[in-house]
C-alpha cells in the first residue's frame, strides 16, 4: 500500500493549538477525489489540502481543499499553510509559488527576515471582489439563533459576497450579540433549501464592530451543512469581508485596513491584519481587492513570531504518528511560522508543526 506524508499547522496564531488546524499532504499523487474526501474526513479538521504536479508546468502545483464534506474552490489559511510546508520542505524554495485551484490561480509570496529564514507566506486571492444575492435578514437571524433586532441592516443588507469562495455576510449589533449566536442547523437546512444560491454551500459570517471603530473588527463564522459548526479563523471569508467593507467607503481609489479577531468564543482565538484596495477604471469597472495579514506584536496588532519557525518540534513535543490502512508511519518534520498579507488575499499563521506519515 502506498505511504503518503503530511504535516499539520496551526493557522493564524502564535501559539499552539490555537487558531485554525490544517494538514497538509506534500505529495498526493496516487490519491483519487474519493481518497482525498475520506482522508479529510478522517482528520476531521476544516481543511485538508493535496498538493498535486500542476496541469500547466509553468505553474507549480495543482492544490486541491476538502472539508469534511466537500471540496472548496478555494481558501485562505489552506493556502498559506500549504504554501509555508513547501518552501520549507523544499531546499531551494522560490520567492513565490503558483497554485491552480478551481476559483484560479493562487499566488502565494514566501516571506523571509533578514537573515533570509522563511517566516511566513502571503497569498493572493483567485478573484476580486464579487457580491451575490441579498438573504433576508430575518433567516439571518434564525440561522444565527438571534433576535431580528441584533442583525444591522445600517450598512449593508446580509448578502453573499466572494474572492473565490462565497459566504453570507452579515453585520450584529454588538459584541454580546456575537458571543450570543448559536448556529440553528434546522434553519440552516431550511434556508439552504429556499435559497438556490445556499444549496451547495452555506458559510455564514458575521461581524461586530469592537467600539464602534469600522476597522476593529470580531467574526465568528458557521457552516455546520457542511460540517463546520463554528471556523476558528476564515481567511477567504475575512479577505471577503475585507474587500465588501473598502468597497462601500467613498471614493474611486481606496485603501483601507482591518484589525479582526475570530475564534475568541471557541477557545481558539486568532488575529487577522486586513486589507483591502478599491480601484475604478473609467468611473465604473470597479475592482476591490482583499488583504489579509498576521505578524509581530506591537507592529499594528500582528502577531508574535518568536520561537515559532522551528526545524524540529518544540521540546517536549513528540510529533505524531498516524496509519491509514494499515502499514508503518514514519515521522517527518517541517518549520512552521507566521505570514503576511496580499492583494485581494487570505494569509495564515502556522505556529507549530505536528507532522507524520500515512500508510
Keep these: 500500500m502506498a505511504s503518503y506524508e503530511f504535516v499539520t499547522v496551526d493557522v493564524f496564531t502564535n501559539q499552539r493549538f490555537g487558531g485554525n488546524p490544517l494538514a497538509v499532504f506534500p505529495n498526493a499523487t496516487g490519491l483519487t ?28 502545483a495543482r492544490v486541491r481543499i476538502f472539508t469534511r464534506r466537500h ?8 493556502n498559506v499553510g500549504t504554501g509555508f510546508v513547501l518552501a520549507c520542505q523544499d531546499p531551494n524554495p522560490p520567492e513565490h509559488y503558483t497554485f491552480e485551484e478551481i476559483a484560479g490561480l493562487v499566488r502565494v509570496h514566501i ?3 533578514a537573515n533570509h529564514t522563511i517566516t511566513g507566506a502571503r497569498i493572493s486571492a483567485p478573484q476580486s471582489l464579487t457580491i451575490g444575492d ?5 433567516v439571518i437571524a434564525a440561522c444565527a439563533g438571534l433576535e431580528l433586532d ?9 448578502l453573499i459576497a466572494s474572492v473565490g469562495a462565497p459566504f453570507v455576510i452579515a453585520e450584529v449589533a454588538s459584541m454580546q450579540a456575537l458571543a450570543c449566536a448559536e448556529p440553528d442547523i434546522a434553519a440552516f437546512r431550511d434556508a439552504a433549501g429556499r435559497f438556490e444560491a445556499l444549496a451547495t454551500r452555506f458559510g455564514l459570517h458575521l461581524y461586530t464592530r469592537r467600539d464602534g471603530d469600522a476597522t476593529r473588527l470580531r467574526t465568528r463564522m458557521f457552516a455546520p451543512l457542511g ?7 476564515t481567511g477567504s471569508a475575512n479577505a471577503a469581508l475585507s474587500a465588501l467593507l473598502t468597497s462601500f467607503a467613498p471614493g ?8 479582526i479577531e475570530q475564534g475568541v468564543e471557541m477557545g481558539r482565538p486568532s488575529v487577522l491584519l486586513g486589507g483591502a484596495r478599491k480601484t475604478a477604471e473609467g468611473g465604473r469597472d470597479r475592482n476591490h481587492r482583499g488583504e489579509l495579514r498576521t505578524g509581530d506584536a506591537g507592529d499594528a496588532g500582528n502577531l508574535d513570531r518568536r520561537e515559532v519557525c522551528r526545524t524540529r518540534p518544540p521540546a517536549g513535543m513528540v510529533p505524531s504518528q498516524t496509519r491509514f490502512g494499515g502499514g508503518k508511519s514514519r515521522c517527518v518534520v517541517c518549520c512552521a511560522a507566521d505570514a503576511g498579507g496580499g492583494e485581494p488575499s487570505t494569509d495564515a499563521s502556522p505556529a507549530f508543526p505536528r507532522p507524520a506519515k500515512v500508510a
Design 227 to 233: 460540517g463546520t459548526v463554528e471556523d476558528p479563523a
Design 71 to 78: 471540496e472548496m474552490p478555494f481558501a485562505g489559511h489552506p
Design 111 to 113: 516571506l523571509r527576515d
Design 134 to 138: 441579498a438573504i433576508p435578514t430575518d
Design 150 to 158: 441584533d442583525i444591522l441592516t445600517t450598512a449593508h443588507t446580509p
Design 33 to 60: 477525489a474519493s481518497d482525498m474526501q475520506s482522508i479529510a474526513a478522517e482528520f476531521n479538521l476544516s481543511e485538508t489540502t493535496f498538493v498535486l504536479p500542476p496541469d500547466n508546468p509553468k505553474n507549480h
Design 252 to 259: 474611486d481609489d481606496v485603501a483601507l485596513h482591518y484589525e
